[in-house]
C-alpha cells in the first residue's frame, strides 16, 4: 500500500466510514491516477475538472457516479492532501431523481416464492417484511430479534444509528420454522459456518434468479422489496413520520419520494409478511 492510500484508508476509519465507502473513495482515486498515470500528488485541479467531463461526455457516467467522484476527489485533496478543491469550478452534479419501477404485492409474492434456496427465501422475506437495506440484512444477529417486544434491532445501519423495525406474528412463526432447520447461533443468516455472515452479493444473485424464474422483468435488484415494503405500508395508511423511522431515514424527504408512488390509503397499516398469504374469501352466508 502506498503511503498516500494508507494516510487516506486511516483518516477514512477514523472518520469512522463505512468499509464499502472507503473501497469505493478508493477505487474512484485510482482510477483517476491511472487515467492520468501519475500520483494524485501531482494531479492539478484543472485536471480533475478535464477527468469529470471526460466522465461525462466520453464514459457517460450516471450523475450519481460523478457525485461519488467528487466527493472522494474533495475527501482526497481537502482532508488528506490539504489542498482544497474549488466547489465552484468542480460542482457536484444535481441528484437525479427516479421512481423505479414498484412491484406489486403479487410480484413480490411470486418472486419469493420463486427463489428455491429456503434460507434465501426467508432472507427476501424478511426484506420485504421489514423494508431493512441488504447490508442490514446480511448483519443480523440471532440476539437482534426480540419476540416479546415484537421489535427487530437494526445495528449500525447507514449513517452509523441504531433503529427498530417491526417483528410481526407473521415473521415470528417464519423465523421459527427458519430457526429449527437451520439453527443460527450468532448471525442469522450465515454462510459456510455459523460465525460467518452471508455477501450481500449473494442475496442480490438469489433475488434476480427469483426474478427471473418468476418472468417478472421490472428493473432494479434486492432493494427494490425495500421499496415495495415502503410504498405498500404507505398506501395502507402508515404514516409517514413512522414509516421515516422504520426506513432509517434522517430526513423526511427521502421518505417523501415514496408519496409519489401512493394511488390510495386505507385507514389502518397493514403487516407486510402477511401480504405474502394471499387472504382467503369470507363464506356468505346462505
Known amino acids: ?56 461526455l466520453e464514459k457517460h457516467w450516471a450523475h450519481s457516479s460523478c457525485r461519488q467522484f467528487i466527493h472522494a476527489a474533495r475527501f482526497l485533496f481537502d482532508r488528506v492532501l490539504e489542498r482544497p478543491l474549488s466547489k465552484k469550478k468542480l460542482p457536484l452534479p444535481k441528484k437525479e431523481i427516479k421512481i423505479p419501477e414498484l412491484l406489486s404485492r403479487k410480484e413480490v409474492r411470486q418472486i419469493i416464492e420463486h427463489c428455491q434456496n429456503e434460507k434465501h427465501k426467508t432472507a427476501l422475506m424478511v426484506t420485504y417484511a421489514t423494508g431493512i437495506r441488504v447490508s442490514e440484512l446480511t448483519a443480523l444477529k440471532v440476539d437482534d430479534l426480540d419476540g416479546e417486544r415484537g421489535v427487530i434491532k437494526i445495528r449500525a445501519g447507514k449513517g452509523k444509528k441504531d433503529r427498530f423495525v417491526d417483528f410481526t406474528d407473521g415473521l415470528k412463526q417464519c423465523l421459527r420454522a427458519y430457526w429449527y432447520e437451520y439453527r443460527p447461533i450468532h448471525y442469522l443468516f450465515y454462510s459456510y459456518t455459523r460465525n460467518r455472515p452471508y455477501t450481500t452479493s449473494t442475496f442480490q444473485r438469489a433475488y434476480l434468479r427469483a426474478k ?75
Request: charged share 20%; with cysteine.
Open 1 to 56: 500500500m502506498s503511503s498516500l492510500r494508507q494516510q487516506m484508508t486511516e483518516l477514512m476509519i477514523l472518520c469512522g466510514f463505512a468499509k464499502s465507502t472507503q473501497d469505493t473513495y478508493l477505487h474512484q482515486i485510482s482510477q483517476l491516477a491511472k487515467y492520468f498515470n501519475r500520483s494524485p500528488e501531482l494531479i492539478s485541479e484543472e485536471d480533475i475538472r478535464q477527468y469529470m467531463l471526460h466522465c461525462h
Open 212 to 286: 427471473l424464474s418468476a418472468k417478472i422483468h421490472k428493473q432494479g435488484g434486492i432493494h427494490a422489496l425495500r421499496h415495495a415494503y415502503a410504498t405498500h405500508q404507505l398506501e395502507d395508511g402508515m404514516p409517514l413520520s413512522q414509516l421515516q423511522q422504520m426506513l432509517g431515514h434522517k430526513q423526511i424527504s427521502c421518505t417523501l419520494r415514496y408519496t409519489h408512488w401512493v394511488r390510495c390509503t386505507k385507514v389502518k397499516p397493514s403487516k407486510p409478511f402477511d401480504l405474502l398469504t394471499p387472504k382467503t374469501p369470507k363464506k356468505t352466508k346462505q
